[in-house]
């Protein structure tokens, strides 16, 4: 099955600063890229997605960047705000007509004001 | 709220003892996933339902739990003979899967926990 790998398990960073969360997952028919950002105890909300015909994304302060040879995919946030701190997840869906994802670990992002 | 809702939000139980927790996904959403998550982890794929079928489960799912969605709405998600290992956050998430869309919307999960 797909295995995920997230890294780093925290992060911590000064307001302003860029923060980088990478992946990799094993399995090459994995084609659909979500990140997830959670809140302490809220839910996890989609903060941006990247499918495996894309190489990079952007949404604002936010960009995904996918290597499909390497099987690895990173989320960039720039400017970051106090806001930003929070749980983040990436996912990798596994293709061929199934929609079922496999999460990494997680990243506590710490923005420091 | 038009999003996906889940109840009850918390449950105490004893061990050996059954819990039922039901999800509504947003109306319009053909698919319906189950998830646990622990502390420290991401969200675990227990199983998913198109429409009324359950079409998947994954090997976490032991026969003490069961997953039902009978009219391709809401869903419940059954666990007998609860044990301590079974105390997680039970989220629900809801797609309407279609072509190339894959976006899960989650709800606020159940937050099991068994004494």
């Known amino acids: 099955g797909e295995n995920v790998e997230q890294h780093p398990s925290t992060l911590s960073v000064q307001e302003g600063d860029s923060a980088v969360i990478k992946c990799t997952y094993s399995?090459?028919?994995?084609?659909?890229f979500p990140w997830y950002k959670q809140e302490l105890g809220k839910r996890p909300q989609l903060i941006i997605d990247?499918?495996?015909?894309?190489g990079e994304k952007k949404d604002q302060r936010i960009a995904v960047t996918l290597n499909k040879t390497a099987k690895h995919f990173s989320l960039h946030i720039t400017e970051t705000q106090p806001e930003d701190s929070a749980v983040y997840f990436c996912?990798?869906?596994?293709?061929?007509?199934?929609?079922?994802?496999?999460f990494g670990r997680g990243t506590s992002l710490i923005v420091h004001p | 709220d038009t999003g996906v809702s889940q109840d009850p939000r918390h449950k105490i139980t004893k061990r050996g003892q059954n819990v039922t927790f039901r999800c509504d996904p947003i109306?319009?959403?053909?698919?319906l996933y189950w998830y646990r998550q622990t502390l420290g982890q991401g969200p675990e794929f227990l199983t998913y339902f198109q429409n009324e079928a359950q079409l998947e489960k994954s090997r976490l799912l032991s026969d003490r739990f069961s997953a039902e969605r009978p009219k391709g709405s809401f869903s419940t998600l059954e666990i007998q003979r609860t044990e301590q290992g079974d105390s997680a956050m039970y989220l629900c998430a809801s797609s309407w899967t279609s072509g190339t869309n894959n976006e899960q919307f989650f709800g606020p999960g159940t937050r099991l926990t068994v004494l």
């Open positions: 399995d090459s028919a994995s084609n659909y």
């Open positions: 990247i499918r495996s015909n894309v």
């Open positions: 996912a990798a869906h596994r293709g061929g007509g199934s929609y079922i994802p496999t």
């Open positions: 109306s319009e959403h053909n698919r």
